[in-house]
């Protein structure tokens, strides 16, 4: 299993994308023995191996149902552990067109984080680029070796570095790799204008360079904007992707009689509380002080509303979204949380200077 490449069947070892729900996908390597419990059933790995790639799976007990997903880096993103905020889709899908990355260009990218644009970037410039990203800290550096190594990223080489302080160049590079000579750099750290500096010694002397520094807050957008200048890096500029996801459901639709029947209703609890009150003081005022609890069935307000289940505007009763017995009408709404990382993003140019 790569994300290289597809491949049709299930095998013990590989990596399957569970998708449970569309906000719940779950990473598994199939493992004989193991079982994947979700709220919807359980899923026996055994009964995985040797079907196909986007197969539905059903739960053990006979109910449920997952879809084994081949990995790809879209669908990774959704589902990867979290070590760090991460770069989704919506971004990485623009800055990836925007930088015109494509099969062989060389990235150089820091941090690393959770790496998954390290996913997108590997996938994209396929084998004959290669990527290089750095991280400091280390438990991430090593947790996204292991993972680009297990998920068959061989043509990227991840580096235990600070950026700011040590600059991008690597000692000891396999030869594999060949000098750095970076095509695109992607720089998604709190303080990028101190690794601009360093990329001179690494970035292409023969081919136009393209940046991209992501950074949540205008400061980091303004201070990497005057290292960028200041480095003879030009067409600066910032924009911000803000995607939305709709979504489509039923609306229920009331007429006249439920606005009538639910009027009724309020008015009659309304009545049964004054009448409630007024009971309590007369007792109260001729010495019967009761509790409320004592009052007999048959003292009971006549008028209580007998038809307490009906209320599709009110509280209480559970109404399933497009019961056959109401009128609904189809609607979209814009998903109320975007979820991405928004962040500004800053691109610039460099071009090499030609000597004559
Ligand atoms: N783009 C990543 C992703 O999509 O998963 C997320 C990057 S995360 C927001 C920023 C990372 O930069 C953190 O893991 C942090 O440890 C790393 N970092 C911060 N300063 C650094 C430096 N000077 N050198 C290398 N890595 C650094």
Same mark, same amino acid.
């Given at each position: 299993?790569?994300?290289?490449?597809?491949?049709?069947? @299930? $095998?013990? =070892?590989?990596?399957?994308?569970? !998708?449970?729900?569309?906000? #719940?996908?779950?990473?598994?390597?199939?493992?004989?023995?193991a079982v994947l419990n979700t709220r919807y059933g359980h899923y026996q790995h055994d009964n995985m191996i040797g079907l196909k790639y986007g197969e539905q799976m059903s739960g053990n007990k006979g109910y449920g149902f997952i879809h084994l997903l081949h990995p790809?880096?879209?669908?990774?993103?959704?589902?990867?552990?979290?070590?760090?905020?991460?770069?989704?889709t919506q971004d990485s899908s623009y800055i990836m067109q925007r930088l015109n990355v494509?099969?062989?260009?060389?990235? @150089? $990218?820091? =941090?690393?984080?959770?790496?998954? !644009?390290?996913?997108?970037? #590997?996938?994209?410039?396929?084998?004959?680029?290669?990527?290089?990203?750095?991280?400091?800290?280390?438990?991430?550096?090593?947790?996204?070796?292991?993972?680009?190594?297990?998920?068959?990223?061989e043509n990227t080489l991840i580096t235990h570095r600070d950026v700011c302080n040590n600059g991008f160049e690597i000692e000891n590079i396999p030869s594999e790799f060949g000098p750095i000579n970076g095509d695109?750099?992607?720089?998604?750290?709190?303080?990028?204008?101190?690794?601009?500096?360093?990329?001179?010694?690494?970035?292409?002397?023969?081919?136009?360079?393209?940046?991209?520094?992501?950074?949540?807050?205008?400061?980091?957008?303004?201070?990497?904007?005057?290292?960028?200048q200041a480095d003879g890096w030009i067409n600066i500029e910032m924009v911000e992707v803000s995607g939305k996801r709709w979504e489509a459901r039923k609306d229920m639709v009331r007429d006249i009689s439920d606005v009538v029947k639910r009027l009724k209703d309020i008015q009659s609890r309304k009545n049964q509380g004054i009448e409630n009150r007024r009971q309590v003081k007369v007792d109260s005022q001729s010495g019967e002080k009761r509790d409320h609890d004592e009052v007999d069935e048959d003292d009971k307000p006549k008028f209580q509303n007998s038809d307490k289940g009906y209320n599709p505007f009110g509280k209480g009763t559970r109404i399933r979204e497009g019961d056959d017995i109401y009128n609904w009408r189809d609607v979209t709404k814009v998903e109320s949380e975007i979820k991405s990382h928004t962040s500004y993003l800053t691109f610039a140019h460099k071009i090499p200077i030609t000597k004559n």
């Open positions: 299993m790569s994300f290289h490449h597809y491949k049709d069947i @299930i $095998e013990e =070892g590989d990596l399957v994308l569970a !998708f449970i729900s569309r906000a #719940a996908v779950k990473p598994i390597t199939v493992t004989r023995g790809t880096p879209e669908i990774w993103t959704t589902s990867l552990s979290h070590r760090t905020q991460i770069v989704y494509t099969s062989g260009t060389r990235v @150089i $990218e820091a =941090g690393t984080g959770s790496a998954s !644009f390290s996913h997108s970037f #590997a996938r994209t410039i396929g084998n004959e680029g290669k990527l290089f990203t750095y991280e400091f800290h280390e438990p991430r550096f090593l947790e996204a070796k292991r993972e680009l190594h297990e998920h068959g990223l695109v750099v992607f720089l998604d750290l709190p303080s990028p204008w101190t690794a601009i500096p360093h990329l001179d010694k690494v970035i292409s002397k023969t081919s136009r360079v393209g940046i991209c520094c992501f950074s949540p807050c205008i400061e980091q957008v303004e201070k990497a904007v005057k290292a960028l």
